[in-house]
């Protein structure tokens, strides 16, 4: 019974074997980026490099970190972790989506650490912002916002918009060209 429990333990494989990560820093292999470096890109000094909407998203954030505390404790902070993608699909259509500028590079990461916190969301937070784009934009409520808050932390995301929340921080395996994969 004893060498059976030994073989169970070395058989434990990572929660991740993949996952990839955009930054506008050039880095090396086996660079350690540390939690908490995202969402604030501090090149563009907003966070995720939206520009102009930063403002809406700053509200956003302290939403989705009050339904994190009040319904959702054993999830790791978003402002503590590192944001990366699970697979290829939703990589490239969040770098479509929001990072396709210029000076963008693309890396295949691990965590660093056995064991973390992780949570898989939606990036774009079930249409969330989408519906933030608008010119009705400012027709939301807080209900609205709690809403889609709830569906984060709590939903499946769609096929092709996952994002990784990791608390731990990633060590670059390799630098990778999206447009010749």
Partial sequence: MVGSTKRIRR???KMFDKLY????LKLKENSVIEKGSNPLDKEVGVPFG?????YKYVAIELILEIVRLEEFPEKPRRSEGIFTSKDLESFCNFVSAYRSNTG?????????????????????YHGLTKAMQGEDW????YKDF???SYLYWGKKPEE???EVLLQSPIKIVKEIDIYNI
Avoid: M, Q, W
């Fill in 160 to 162: 092709g918009k996952a």
């Fill in 21 to 24: 990560y955009c930054t506008s």
């Fill in 11 to 13: 058989r434990k494989e």
């Fill in 50 to 54: 939206f520009k102009k909407l930063s």
């Fill in 138 to 141: 400012h027709t939301l409520k």
């Fill in 104 to 124: 963008v590079y693309y890396y295949e990461v691990a965590p660093v650490k056995d064991n973390y916190k992780y949570h898989i969301g939606d990036y774009t």
């Fill in 146 to 148: 709690l809403n889609y």
